[in-house]
């Protein structure tokens, strides 16, 4: 089994920033993609950043420039940091990751969900 424990949601201005981050625990023989979602209220879930192994990125079009998504392998440790926060950034942000077992079969989890909120 796998933990996933987020931290770093709260109340910003906009403008503001803010850094997430999502520590993974268990019996995990390889974090491969490590990534987060957002879901504001009466939306679906939607990607908002996503780290495949250790260097390749992705971000939805309305975060590049502002967001930016990092792993710490020692740690099993994803962060997004978050700059130039708008109210449209609003919502609960779900850590996801996809693993490789020791039995070398692939599992995802997703975290617990923290709530970010930016005032105008």
């Known amino acids: 089994q796998v933990q996933l424990v987020e931290s770093g949601g709260g109340l910003v201005q906009a403008g503001g920033s803010l850094r997430l981050s999502c520590t993974a625990s268990?019996?995990?023989?390889?974090?491969?993609?490590m990534g987060w979602y957002r879901q504001a209220p009466g939306k679906q879930r939607e990607l908002v950043a996503v780290m495949i192994g250790s260097s390749r990125t992705d971000y939805a079009d309305s975060v590049k420039g502002r967001f930016t998504i990092s792993r710490d392998n020692a740690k099993n440790t994803a962060y997004l940091q978050m700059n130039l926060l708008k109210p449209e950034d609003t919502g609960v942000y779900y850590c996801?990751?996809?693993?490789?077992?020791?039995?070398?079969?692939?599992?995802?989890?997703w975290g617990q969900g923290t709530q970010v909120t930016v005032s105008s």
């Open positions: 268990g019996t995990i023989f390889s974090i491969d993609v």
């Open positions: 996801n990751v996809d693993i490789t077992t020791f039995r070398k079969t692939s599992e995802t989890y």
